[in-house]
């Protein structure tokens, strides 16, 4: 078992198998609940189901960035308790008094018997995800992302007082050459989507130095409201103004109505053993969100010109290619 912070996690099968829980309030938080408006983005729930949509979210737009990931219900008793070779996490399981089985684990928050997770009587919700390829044969660095938040309750960060803070980025290496500011803003765009708030670090892999891309990990706090859409997610690509011309087409492609993105995403969520992932007003919240994001875009390419906000990241458009028989 992993332990930190709000999370709780296992290794299954190795380092690769990532089993993960709802933890802390979320164990009482339906599909249908938002985020309580009070809570900081830093105290929201961790959500597996928020993991699931992440990984669809991911494919759809094409990034193909986020570990594989797949709802399952597990027996905590079976498959749990009964083999688990961590005596530390065997001592916390217990029978609440509803005589359903319960465990607390072992984190820096909420792990206690009144923020326990319970089956019923020992079925339970968690996402799996596949962390491939192992640890030993591609070893990934972390990056302090440079729109990350303050994490405080008063204090902003410097992005959030500075219009001209992506200048100072762009100096700044690896955001000086390579692709790196532009994997930023599809991660940005990512996020904004989910409504994920929390993209404090991110992920490459090590071997490939700035020649690489950016892995999305973590995506547990997305899919928290729907009824709001927060803009300050944004603030990288409005600073910026830059997106690769593939993803702007993927864009427009999804605001499509025979290739809505809401309408996608249901389908594929349908597939998943939990299903439903996602309330639907979630869906509905991504069309939404999607339209604002091309128009910032719009906002970026009228102020600054098309041929500097949209980066060819391709040759050749597919359907012009000639090959020789």
């Known amino acids: ?93 217990f029978i609440s008094p509803a005589n359903n089985i319960c465990f607390y684990g072992e984190c820096s928050y909420y792990c206690s018997t009144e923020h326990a997770l319970c089956g019923k009587p020992d079925q339970i919700e968690g996402s799996l995800a596949a962390f491939l390829p192992d640890l030993s044969l591609a070893k990934r660095k972390t990056w302090r992302n440079p729109w990350r938040r303050s994490y405080h309750k008063r204090k902003k960060a410097e992005w959030e007082v500075d219009p001209d ?44 130095g700035n020649e690489t891309f950016i892995i999305h990990l973590d995506n547990g706090r997305g899919f928290g409201k729907y009824s709001h859409d927060e803009l300050s997610i944004l603030v990288p690509l409005n600073q910026c103004c830059r997106i690769r011309k593939s993803t702007y087409q993927r864009l427009q492609l999804l605001a499509k109505e025979e290739f809505k993105l809401s309408e996608l995403m249901e389908e594929s969520l349908t597939k ?9 007003l979630h869906l509905e919240a991504m069309d939404r969100r999607l339209r604002i994001v091309l128009k910032a875009v719009s906002d970026c390419i009228e102020k600054e010109g098309y041929d500097n906000v949209v980066e060819t990241d391709f040759v050749a458009d597919v359907n012009t290619i000639t090959t020789k028989r």
């Not at 998943?272 to 639907?280: M, N, R, S, T, V």
Request: charged content about 30%; proline content about 5%; hydrophobic content about 35%.
């Open 165 to 208: 803070y992506c200048e100072e980025v762009k100096q700044t290496p690896p955001y000086d050459s390579g692709t790196r500011i532009l994997d930023i803003m599809d991660m940005t765009i990512f996020d904004f989507l989910m409504g994920n708030m929390d993209r404090h670090h991110y992920e490459t892999f090590e071997k490939f």
């Open 1 to 93: 078992m992993t332990r930190g912070g709000t999370r709780r996690y296992f290794h299954l099968g190795g380092k690769n198998i990532i089993l993960r829980w709802r933890v802390a309030g979320d164990t009482r938080q339906t599909r249908q609940q938002e985020t309580p408006p009070d809570f900081f983005y830093f105290s929201d729930y961790e959500r597996h189901n928020a993991e699931i949509a992440a990984f669809h979210l991911d494919r759809i737009l094409d990034f193909r960035r986020v570990p594989p990931v797949a709802g399952r219900l597990v027996n905590m008793t079976r498959e749990i308790r009964d083999v688990t070779r961590d005596k530390k996490l065997w001592r916390t399981f």
């Open 272 to 280: 998943d053993k939990i299903a439903p992932i996602l309330f639907k």
